[in-house]
């Protein structure tokens, strides 16, 4: 049976924190809260734990969950490298609600599913997001619903899709904005050919829009599609429940997969 702390009582902080620690360590799947959403987290180098946490979600291996990272640091060693544009995105908006996409670290020994040597990373702008983060490592982390249904702001939502299929629910409250983060692909910038166009495309719009990306990249960001075109979804739809970052990404892994090789394993 599952475990439910309500980390707004100052008593359960510790037990909420020592729990969630060790069920993680034993493969096992919690639900957390982030600044976005709740989530729902395994052991990113457990494949036996990531295997876990999509059977949960009822879906695929073509649907990799993305990473939280505790910083930057964290991030370096799961990425193959961190483009000077990539850098402006990160000092811009991190921590907070931007998810990048970029080829992965070739030495990583991990198994998130079909990710085409790909990862998607995010740093959460919340406290104890970030200090679990930093006592855990990197997990896998997916928001904690079921496919057509909402991601949930607060974890007895979370709860009531998921049930005994996470080993412990860690409440805050309500998360800060309710809407999941905007999702980029800047994978083109590492390791481009000189004939190769390298842009950031906008996966998905959320909580960081367009503009504010213009802002930093300039014309590096690859341009709004035109009406009628494959538009990225914009703040109010996916603030209703629209794609996730897992179904975002799978598709940028078929992209990647047919534009670089992926690295060896």
């Known amino acids: 049976?599952?475990?439910?702390?309500?980390?707004?009582?100052?008593?359960?902080?510790?037990?909420?924190?020592?729990?969630?620690?060790?069920?993680?360590?034993?493969?096992?799947?919690?639900?957390?809260?982030?600044?976005?959403?709740?989530?729902?987290?395994?052991?990113?180098?457990?494949?036996?734990?990531?295997?876990?946490?999509?059977?949960?979600?009822?879906?695929?291996?073509?649907?990799?969950?993305?990473?939280?990272?505790?910083?930057?640091?964290?991030?370096?060693?799961?990425?193959?490298?961190?483009?000077?544009?990539?850098?402006?995105?990160?000092?811009?908006?991190?921590?907070?609600?931007?998810?990048?996409?970029?080829?992965?670290?070739?030495?990583?020994?991990?198994?998130?599913?079909?990710?085409?040597?790909?990862?998607?990373?995010?740093?959460?702008?919340?406290?104890?997001?970030?200090?679990?983060?930093?006592?855990?490592?990197?997990?896998?982390?997916?928001?904690?619903?079921l496919p057509g249904r909402d991601a949930p702001g607060i974890a007895s939502d979370a709860e009531a899709l998921l049930r005994d299929s996470v080993a412990g629910y860690r409440g805050e409250g309500y998360s800060e904005t309710g809407v999941p983060s905007t999702i980029v692909d800047a994978t083109s910038l590492v390791g481009a050919s000189a004939d190769e166009v390298a842009v950031v495309r906008i996966l998905r719009e959320g909580a960081i829009s367009r503009e504010q990306l213009a802002e930093v990249l300039g014309d590096l960001l690859e341009p709004a599609q035109q009406a009628g075109g494959d538009a990225p979804r914009d703040v109010a739809e996916a603030a209703a429940g629209g794609s996730t970052v897992d179904e975002e990404w799978s598709s940028t892994c078929s992209r990647s997969s047919s534009r670089r090789r992926s690295p060896s394993r």
């Open 1 to 145: 049976m599952s475990t439910v702390f309500d980390c707004r009582d100052e008593t359960q902080i510790l037990a909420g924190m020592r729990h969630a620690r060790q069920a993680i360590a034993r493969g096992e799947l919690i639900v957390m809260p982030t600044d976005t959403v709740y989530g729902i987290a395994a052991d990113a180098f457990s494949p036996a734990a990531v295997q876990r946490l999509l059977t949960a979600k009822g879906r695929g291996r073509d649907m990799p969950p993305p990473v939280l990272v505790a910083g930057q640091e964290m991030m370096a060693a799961l990425v193959e490298e961190i483009p000077d544009p990539v850098q402006k995105l990160i000092d811009a908006f991190w921590p907070g609600g931007l998810t990048i996409v970029l080829p992965a670290q070739p030495s990583l020994t991990w198994d998130l599913g079909e990710t085409q040597g790909t990862v998607a990373v995010r740093m959460p702008d919340r406290r104890g997001a970030l200090e679990r983060l930093a006592e855990t490592g990197p997990p896998a982390v997916s928001s904690g619903n």
